[in-house]
C-alpha cells in the first residue's frame, strides 16, 4: 500500500457547541488515546442488513483473511448523521463510515483515499474532492431511481406494461395504464413516490428540466420545463391516483406499496433487495421509467465511503483498500445487490438480475444534464457548502399542500439555492 506524504489530510477539527447537541458517544474506538491496533476497525454505516449484509460478509472475509476484525456498526439512517456528529465533538469517531455525504463538520478529519482510486476503475467522477483534488471519499455503490409495479394486479387486469426498450411508456401512457389496473382491480392508489428531490430531480429531468443551475454570479435560475413538470405532479397528487399522505404527511410509501393496495411505486434500485426478501403476498417488477421530453433517470453514489483520522486509520485505510479490490468489491456488490461503483465488473446477482439490467439501461440513456447536476452538487460539497434543509422538496411540499403557486414554488427555491450556494469557486 502507498502512503505519499500527501495522502493523508491533517488538519485539526474544530467545532463549537454552538455547530451541533454536545452529546458524546463512548467506546467509538478511533478517537481513544489508548486506541490499539488489536482492537476492532468500527465501521459506521446505515441498512447494511436491509442490503443482505454484504458489508459484515466481507468484514467476516477480512477477518479469515488477515486476522483483522472490522465491527460493523449499522445504524438508523435518521440517527447516523447525528451520531457521526456527535462522535466528531467527543474526539471519538469511528475508523470508517458509509454516509449519505460528507459533512463539514468532520470534513476536515478524514483520509485522502486518492492512492487506492488512482489507476483504478472507481467510478471517482462520483466522490469527494478537496480543494486539491484529492480523492476524499470513494462511492460505495451506484444509485438510481426507478419504477416499480404490483405485477400481480397488471396481470390480473390483464394490461401491458414495458418488457423492452422499445416499448416505452410515455408519462400519459403510463398514468392511464395504471388507472386501467386501477378500476380493473379495485386497488385504493396507482402510484406512490419517495418524499425526496432525488426521485423528483428524475421526474423533472424527464420533462425536459434543466433543475436549478448558478451563473457566474452564483444567481440560480431554471428553464421553462421544471414548470411543465411541477405542475404535471400536482395534477397526479390528488387522493386518487397518489396519496396525498405521502408528500403532505410523510406516509411511509414503501409500507403503502408493500400492503398490495397500491399499482406502482416510484423509488430506486435500493429497494431490489427488500423486495426480494420482503414481499410476499404478490409478484412485483422492476420496469422501465416513463419518458416525457427526455428519458432519464436520477442516479449517483448511494452512500461515500470514508476513513477518518485517527489510531486505525491505517488498518482502515488497508481494509477500504482491500474492499475495493475487484474480486472483494464484485463480491459485496453481489451479496448486498449493488449497481457497481467500479466500471467492468461481471456481477451475477442471485436473483432479479432482469431488474438490475433495466436500471443501467435507464442509467446509460439519460442525458448529460443528469451528470453534470452531480458534478456541480460535488463541486459544492467539496467546498463544505450545503443549504439548510432540501429547498426542492420543501417548496414543493408547500405547492403540492396549496400553499403557494408553482410560479413561487420555483422563485422560492431559486431564491434559497442564490443565497445559500452562490457562486462555484
Avoid at 57 to 83: P, R, S
Avoid at 304 to 312: D, I, K, L, N, T
Amino acid at each position: 500500500m502507498k502512503h505519499s506524504a500527501k495522502s493523508r489530510v491533517r488538519i485539526s477539527l474544530a467545532l463549537t457547541a454552538a455547530t451541533m447537541t454536545a452529546v458524546a458517544l463512548t467506546g467509538c474506538g478511533s478517537g481513544d488515546a489508548g486506541g490499539a491496533s488489536d482492537e476492532p476497525i468500527q465501521f459506521f454505516l446505515s441498512g447494511d442488513a436491509n442490503q443482505g449484509g454484504g458489508y459484515a460478509h466481507m468484514a467476516e472475509k477480512y477477518e479469515e483473511e488477515t486476522g483483522v476484525k472490522v465491527e460493523i456498526v449499522d445504524i438508523a439512517n435518521e440517527d447516523l448523521t447525528t451520531k457521526l456528529r456527535n462522535a466528531a465533538q467527543a474526539n471519538d469517531l469511528p475508523a470508517i463510515g458509509r454516509v449519505g455525504a460528507v459533512d463539514p463538520v468532520w470534513r476536515d478529519a478524514i483520509v485522502d483515499l486518492s492512492d487506492i482510486a488512482d489507476g483504478s476503475d472507481i467510478r471517482t467522477e462520483l466522490s469527494d474532492k478537496d480543494e486539491d483534488g484529492n480523492v476524499i471519499s470513494l462511492p460505495s455503490d451506484i444509485t438510481a431511481v426507478g419504477m416499480f409495479i404490483n405485477k400481480s394486479l397488471f396481470d390480473e387486469a390483464g394490461v401491458a406494461y414495458p418488457t423492452s426498450e422499445d416499448d416505452i411508456w410515455t408519462w400519459d401512457e403510463y398514468v392511464a395504464a395504471v388507472k386501467e389496473v386501477q378500476e380493473k382491480t379495485g386497488t385504493t392508489y396507482g402510484m406512490v413516490m419517495d418524499k425526496s428531490s432525488h426521485r423528483l430531480k428524475s421526474f423533472l429531468y424527464e420533462f425536459g428540466s434543466d433543475y436549478f443551475q448558478p451563473d457566474d454570479s452564483g444567481e440560480f435560475s431554471t428553464n421553462d420545463e421544471t414548470k411543465v413538470a411541477l405542475e404535471y405532479f400536482n395534477s397526479l397528487n390528488d387522493d386518487s391516483f397518489m396519496p396525498r399522505s405521502v408528500w403532505l404527511s410523510d406516509a411511509d410509501p414503501n409500507a403503502l406499496f408493500k400492503s398490495g393496495d397500491v399499482v406502482s411505486y416510484l423509488s430506486g434500485s435500493w429497494q431490489i433487495a427488500d423486495f426480494a426478501v420482503n414481499i410476499a403476498d404478490f409478484d412485483w417488477a422492476s420496469v422501465y421509467l416513463p419518458t416525457g421530453e427526455e428519458r432519464a433517470t436520477n442516479y449517483g453514489n448511494a452512500a461515500s465511503v470514508v476513513v477518518f483520522e485517527g489510531p486505525q486509520q491505517e488498518a482502515a485505510y488497508d481494509f477500504i483498500e482491500w474492499l475495493y479490490e475487484p474480486e472483494n468489491y464484485t463480491e459485496l456488490s453481489e451479496t448486498s445487490s449493488f449497481i457497481p461503483a467500479i466500471d467492468g465488473l461481471d456481477i451475477t446477482y442471485a436473483s432479479d438480475g432482469e431488474a438490475f439490467d433495466i436500471y443501467n439501461q435507464d442509467i446509460a440513456a439519460s442525458p448529460e444534464i443528469v451528470g453534470d447536476i452531480k458534478a456541480m452538487e460535488l463541486k459544492y460539497g467539496a467546498q463544505g457548502v450545503t443549504t439548510e434543509g432540501d429547498p426542492v422538496r420543501d417548496e414543493t411540499v408547500k405547492y403540492l399542500a396549496g400553499e403557494q403557486d408553482v410560479d413561487t414554488t420555483i422563485d422560492n427555491i431559486n431564491a434559497l439555492f442564490t443565497d445559500q450556494l452562490g457562486a462555484l469557486e
